[in-house]
Structures are given as structure tokens and as C-alpha cells.
């Protein structure tokens, strides 16, 4: 995850744009494809934002594969690299042997009832507060559950564009 001169953004071409930027929607590249198009963009805070109305406009099954892209949260299941680092920067990396299987079992009675894992943009969240989120989420209706998962997934992007334009 190089950091990118926002000045070089708005000359790339699509494949090279996607290349720098897809990634930061969960192996979701479909939604830096899309923003491409409509390049210039003024600044990273103008992509963000058209990114995040491509994936409002899109169409449900493909906010759904987008939301099921993501890893469940401390599971350690098979996850990209931003996605660990992310992970061990809210401590679900170091579990106890307990730890890891609360939230394994909050994981699955989340996708269970939801069809789509729990997500939580963890960057300045701790391993207590995430747990705690999953506990109170877990009880809220899927139209509820839907909105804010979307909302999480807008803010780990956000925070994965200011790691690359802002450092």
C-alpha cells in the first residue's frame, strides 16, 4: 500500500486507477472502476465520495458481494494483508484461546441471521470494543444492520484512501 501524489490520480488510466485504488473496497474492484469515468476528481475527499455514491446507486446483490468480501472480524480466516494489518492494529491478532472463540461464535450467529458478515471499521477500536459492538449488533433488525454495515464499510475506505494520500 504505497502512498500515491494526488496530482498523478487523475492521469492514470483506468487499469493503473483501479490497480492504486480498488483495493480499498474489500475485493471490490467493480467500485474504483466505475470512478474512473468521472475523473478529474479535486481531491481524495471528492473520490471517497463518488465511490461511496457508485456503491449506494449499485444494485442490492452487488452492495451484498460487496459487504461479503469482507473477513469476519478476529476469526483469522483467510484475509488480504490491509485487512490483517487493520486487524492487528485493534489487537484480534492476539486472542486468547476464549477470546477467539467468542467471537467465532458471535461471527456466526451474525452471518447467520444476516447473511453477510459483521463489519466494523477497526482502525482506533480495541478488541473490547469491537466484541462489545458485535454483542449490541447483533440484536438489531437486517434493515438496521444492512445501513450500518454499508456506513462501516464507507469509513474503512476512507481511512485506506488517507493512508495512501495522506500517509
Known amino acids: ?6 496530482s498523478k490520480v487523475n492521469q492514470m488510466n483506468q487499469e493503473e486507477f483501479v490497480r492504486k485504488v480498488g483495493w480499498v473496497f474489500e475485493h471490490s474492484p467493480w467500485v474504483a472502476s466505475a ?12 473520490l471517497l465520495q463518488a465511490m461511496i455514491d457508485i456503491v449506494q446507486r449499485a444494485e442490492e446483490s452487488k452492495q451484498l458481494a460487496l459487504l461479503r468480501a469482507h473477513p469476519d472480524l478476529g476469526t483469522r480466516l483467510q484475509m488480504s494483508q490491509v485487512s490483517q494489518k487493520e486487524q492487528a492494529g485493534a489487537g484480534l491478532d492476539k486472542l486468547s484461546k476464549e477470546e477467539f472463540e467468542e467471537f467465532v461464535s458471535l461471527n456466526q450467529s451474525y ?23 458485535m454483542k449490541q449488533r447483533i440484536h438489531n433488525s437486517y434493515e438496521e444492520e444492512y445501513n450500518i454495515a454499508l456506513r462501516e464499510v464507507y469509513k474503512i475506505a476512507e481511512f485506506r484512501l488517507n493512508d495512501i494520500f495522506i500517509g
Request: glycine share 2%; net charge neutral; proline share 5%.
Open 111 to 133: 452471518v447467520n441471521k444476516f447473511n453477510f458478515p459483521f463489519i466494523m471499521a477497526v482502525k482506533g477500536q480495541s478488541k473490547e470494543t469491537i466484541l462489545a459492538a
Open 1 to 6: 500500500m504505497a502512498s500515491i501524489e494526488w
Open 35 to 46: 470512478a474512473w469515468k468521472n475523473t478529474p476528481y479535486e481531491s481524495h475527499e471528492t
